[in-house]
Structure formats: structure tokens, C-alpha cells
Nanobody, 123 residues
Framework: VQLVESGGGLVQPGGSLRLSCVASGRAFSILAMGWFRQAPGKEREFVAAMSRFAGITAYGDSMKGRVTISRDNAKNTLFLQMNALRPEDTAVYYC?????????????????WGQGTQVTVSS
């Protein structure tokens, strides 16, 4: 499975970005998918995750209320809409997936990872 993220970039505080993650390869085996982020010198942090079936979602505390996760199963694509961005949201954002439909918050529970997309929030 290959995961390719896009949509990152430079945005001013208070701005919005929409990240996308396209899965290819054995995409039929992907069930739950998630977004994580990692800032320099910090551990990888859970942002949001969503199951393939039933649309179950979970959000991390740091961005809860400012992000919305969604997916298009027909196109094997995961999205992350981010609003009201803050300088502390600056990080590399990663897409990940697992071969189980349960939503998990720990990075160790995910099987495949994308290369990441940089999000920089600065004026």
C-alpha cells in the first residue's frame, strides 16, 4: 500500500488548509485511516482517525473542534479539513492506515504511512 499526502503549505494564523491522502496498491485491505503530526523535537501526535465502515471518527485533543476528517472510499482518499490554524500547529502531517476497522490513537497501531506533508502556520 502506498499513501501520498498533499495539501500542505504556508498559511497565516487563523487560516485553513485541506489535506488529502490517496491510497494505492492493495487499497482494498485498508480499513481505518488516520492523520498524525510531528513537530521538530516532539513525538508523533494523533490528530484524527476514521473507520472505513460506519463512519466512526476520533479526534485528538490538540486540534479537536478545529479539524474535520472525512474520506471517499470509492476513491481511496482521506481528507483533513483544518481551520483556525495556529503557529503551534506547524508540523509534518502524516496519513496512516491499518488493516482493521477499529479507530486507534496510537501510531504503533497503524500499518502503513505516507511520506508526510509540511504545514507551516506563520505570519
Amino acid at each position: 500500500v502506498q499513501l501520498v499526502e498533499s495539501g500542505g503549505g504556508l498559511v497565516q494564523p487563523g487560516g485553513s488548509l485541506r489535506l488529502s491522502c490517496v491510497a494505492s496498491g492493495r487499497a482494498f485491505s485498508i480499513l481505518a485511516m488516520g492523520w498524525f503530526r510531528q513537530a521538530p523535537g516532539k513525538e508523533r501526535e494523533f490528530v484524527a482517525a476514521m473507520s472505513r465502515f460506519a463512519g466512526i471518527t476520533a479526534y485528538g485533543d490538540s486540534m479537536k473542534g478545529r479539524v474535520t476528517i472525512s474520506r471517499d472510499n470509492a476513491k481511496n482518499t482521506l481528507f483533513l479539513q483544518m481551520n483556525a490554524l495556529r503557529p503551534e500547529d506547524t508540523a509534518v502531517y502524516y496519513c496512516a492506515d491499518r488493516t482493521s476497522n477499529t479507530v486507534e490513537r496510537s501510531p504503533s497501531m497503524y500499518d502503513f504511512w505516507g511520506q508526510g506533508t509540511q504545514v507551516t502556520v506563520s505570519s
